[in-house]
């Protein structure tokens, strides 16, 4: 800004200042072809021929290493084996891959023609071509005479409408809609609450305080659906001093004597609910780091979780094993369209 | 000797001096704490050993727990939490704690294997608690890896990783790498629950089912990870961070070599 008028109304504009308008750019041309060592060097073009040849063998090489690997490495009990299998396969296949695809790129930057090529932009079509299509269009309304016919019209409107119905009755038949299968669960009345994986029924006795329990209902094991049925039905059992519990009105005989359980599926995603911290009485969801109060009927208190883990109510059979009062009051896990 | 003081200004000499420095630590420690692990646990406790027990936990341990181990504002009561609990609590270096934080950390243990066991005599004298486990609960190679591993899957993993490799809690606690832990020591989490880990008693699961984990853990530790290196077990964390800075890298490198001008 060393000359302040510059550019104010009234200066004389002059040649080769920024105010100039510019109607056209001079065409710069295509820059000078600059031959490669390759183009100069009869020595240097062998040995790019020699490099591209070499890579395209790299990559056989690796080919034949992913087959050694997969038929001459037995497997055996030992992981080192499969550790050798896993590497011979991996280095394989990237050297076979890798081989071609730098050798074509290498074979093009130093053997192939670089002269650069220009296309110029097509001409724009004239409105002329338009007009023809339109009238085009128009003929073969005319000619169809789908407007004179209104009787051939209407018919192929309904067909073409009724077509798609078929394929509504074979997506029906890919299964039967969930009706209540997300409300519902393995828990019912005098079920009882078995450890997991062995599915053996636990005693309250048994569950001193402090502990956690991964428990499934009594008979999972055997049902023919059992992974569907168990995502819906693990539960976390615990025990805390009765005195740390606050159960709201109705809820006080949910638990046993300081024994609460709660749905181990999380009711932001789905997943399992495990991280018990037995003095803080917190349960952390390790997906999304949601927490849950135990203290407090699991009430979420950290994390996207938008409601409390479900409670399961449970009380003790004659023979002094726990059992369920009933199922879920609520659906467990996730929010569903239908939940309600 | 004149050669070696010839060669003394040598380049890698330091470079020399310094691994025969630390292969020389490393194998008297190695002996060290072998001779510890061979003295033999024995789950009697002496008069003697409460007594003894009684004068270190009043010069290490009252300030905190309290005159009689009955617990004050700073640390809970030890009355019922029994040997195990102070064999895996000062024989992990946990207790004496440090300083004050969300969990009592692990630091180089503090007292010897002796004082170690007079003080779970005095604290077990105070009041019935898990016992230390004798050598042939804790001997896993009768132990079936597999069903170990399912066990360890359902009960444990959740917290300490799928690899046993540790994770995060909630507010700055955690659940510790299981690399390198004892038999002894594992079989102690267990059936006491230190810090915030719950209990996980015999009747939940039984000292057959705790040897099965513990030879699947040790199974694991020796083995390695089939797939190569598994940077730390950690999941998509340090996977993630691996493949957008060496993944990219090679993206870009290769990116710059394509677009080069050939010479």
Known sequence: MADASHGTPGTTIEFGSPNELVDEFENPGIPPHRPRLADRDPRAEKRAERQVALLFTISVIGTVLFFVGYFFIPLNDTIERLRLQNLTLGLGTAFAMLGIGVGIVHWAKTLMPDHEVTEDRHDIRPESDRQDAEQMVNDILEESGIKRRPLIRNTLLGAVLLAPLPAIAIFRDLGPLPGNVLKETLWDTGVRLTRDPSGTPIRASDVTIGSAFHVIPEGLNEVEDMLEEKAKAVVLLMRLDPNDLNPSPGREDWGYDGIVAYSKICTHVGCPVALYEQHTHHLLCPCHQSTFDVEQEAKVIFGPAARPLPQLPIEVDDEGYLVASSDFQEPVGPSFWERG | ?263
């Not at chain 2, 490799?165 to 690399?179: Q, S």
């Open chain 2, 1 to 263: 000797m004149k050669a070696l003081s010839q060669r003394r200004r040598h380049p890698l000499a330091a470079v020399a001096l310094l691994l025969m420095a630390l292969l020389t630590t490393g194998g008297i420690y190695a002996a060290a704490s072998t001779a510890n692990e061979a003295q033999a646990q024995t789950t009697s406790f002496t008069a003697n050993d409460v007594e003894e027990g009684s004068k270190l936990f009043t010069a290490n341990c009252a300030s905190c727990h309290g005159m009689g181990a009955t617990g004050s504002d700073a640390a809970p009561s030890l009355v019922g939490v029994g040997a195990a609990s102070v064999d895996f609590q000062v024989g992990t270096g946990r207790m004496p704690m440090q300083m004050d934080g969300p969990q009592a950390q692990v630091k180089p243990v503090q007292f010897t294997e002796e004082q170690t066991r007079q003080l779970a005599a005095y604290v077990a004298s105070l009041g019935a608690g898990p016992a230390i486990p004798s050598d042939d609960v804790l001997d896993a190679s009768e132990g079936d890896t597999a069903a170990g591993g399912e066990l360890f899957r359902v009960n444990c993993a959740m917290c300490h990783n799928a690899a046993a490799a540790g994770g995060a809690l909630t507010r700055g606690k955690y659940a510790p790498a299981l690399d390198g832990t004892s038999a002894k020591h594992i079989y102690e989490a267990m059936v006491t629950g230190p810090q915030n880990m719950p209990v996980f008693n015999d009747a939940n699961i039984t000292p057959e089912d705790k040897q099965d984990i513990i030879a699947f853990l040790d199974t694991i530790g020796e083995q390695g990870s089939p797939g190569g290196a598994d940077l730390g077990s950690l999941g998509p964390v340090s996977e993630g961070l691996f493949i957008w800075v060496a993944g990219l890298g090679v993206i870009i490198a290769f990116t710059v070599w394509l677009t080069s001008r050939s010479s």
